[in-house]
């Protein structure tokens, strides 16, 4: 494993938060809701095409799937989808495909959106009350579901070309979709966890890592984890145990970026997608296997 630099928000509602800040999107966005069979519930898409989408019609983009697409305050669609822009305008990444998966009603409530979805599954339900572990009908939500959509209306790339961006318990969802990786089939080539809520389930996430490591000894894949300084003590311990741990492990094949940001739970959204988009694309997203 190639370490590039070693340097729980389950509700925003009630929390003095500030919106972050992103250039504007370019190209065309476009909103769509799809049914799910699978977790049995409608998802709201938001679609980001890059300028030159209907001047190339034989060509096919890198896709980057950003959770939280339209919670509250945050924002997070609006956030990638306005870097990926700016950073096409500057040549530092290609032109991209921005897909923000959300929902259309108030995603914090218990049971349902992001509290059903994005949590791993529960080995302490006793603790956790509302929380209901759906992250495995979510992931196949995501690949049975939603890739065969996009890849039936855009033009996307396969998985070697495709991301999952997560900020809190989407940073979870991300982390734990990463230790489902499987080289054989990946869904997806690159993962960026922002402020990942590691500490949900009393860490059960490390079972999940400890299982893929008994499964394979190679994760060619690129994994951006990041945190505020000022997240306080929990955020910041588990995320440097964590990292310290998957450092240890010495997959052959993964590139791991573990960044600390001098901010909040908050600010960590923008830079950390900003700087992901960066990352995953400086290694290898969308390259010729």
């Not at 991301?163 to 990946?186: C, E, I, N, V």
């Not at 993962?191 to 079972?207: E, G, K, M, R, T």
């Not at 588990?238 to 240890?248: A, G, I, V």
Request: glycine letters at 8%.
């Amino acid at each position: 494993m190639r370490l590039l630099a070693a340097t729980l928000l389950l509700s925003v509602s009630g929390c003095v938060c500030v919106a972050p800040q992103a250039p504007a999107a370019t190209g065309r966005t476009e909103q769509h809701d799809l049914e799910s069979a699978v977790v049995g519930d409608t998802y709201r898409l938001f679609v980001r095409l890059p300028p030159d989408y209907d001047a190339s019609p034989d060509r096919h983009y890198p896709l980057i799937v950003q959770l939280d697409a339209n919670l509250d305050l945050l924002e997070e669609f609006a956030v990638t989808a306005g870097y990926a822009s700016d950073l096409e305008r500057r040549s530092d990444i290609p032109s991209t495909i921005v897909v923000g998966v959300g929902y259309p009603y108030d995603d914090t409530q218990p049971n349902r959106g992001r509290l059903r979805d994005y949590t791993i599954p529960l080995q302490h339900p006793d603790v956790l009350g509302g929380a209901t572990g759906g992250a495995p009908k979510f992931y196949e939500f995501l690949n049975a579901e939603l890739m065969p959509y996009l890849e039936a209306t855009y033009r996307v790339d396969g998985p070697t070309g495709r991301a999952l961006f997560g900020h809190s318990l989407g940073g979870l969802f991300t982390t734990w979709a990463f230790t489902q990786h499987d080289p054989a089939a990946p869904r997806f080539a690159a993962f960026v966890a922002a402020s990942p809520a590691l500490h949900f389930d009393q860490a059960s996430i490390y079972s999940h890592l400890d299982a893929l490591g008994a499964r394979t000894s190679a994760v060619p894949a690129a994994l951006s984890m990041t945190v505020g300084e000022l997240e306080g003590p929990e955020q910041n311990v588990y995320f440097d145990d964590f990292t310290r741990r998957l450092d240890q492990r010495g997959f052959t094949g993964l590139i791991l970026d573990a960044h600390k940001y001098d901010t909040d739970h908050v600010g960590t959204v923008a830079p950390s997608f900003r700087d992901g988009l960066k990352f995953v694309f400086a290694n290898g997203l969308g390259a010729t296997p």
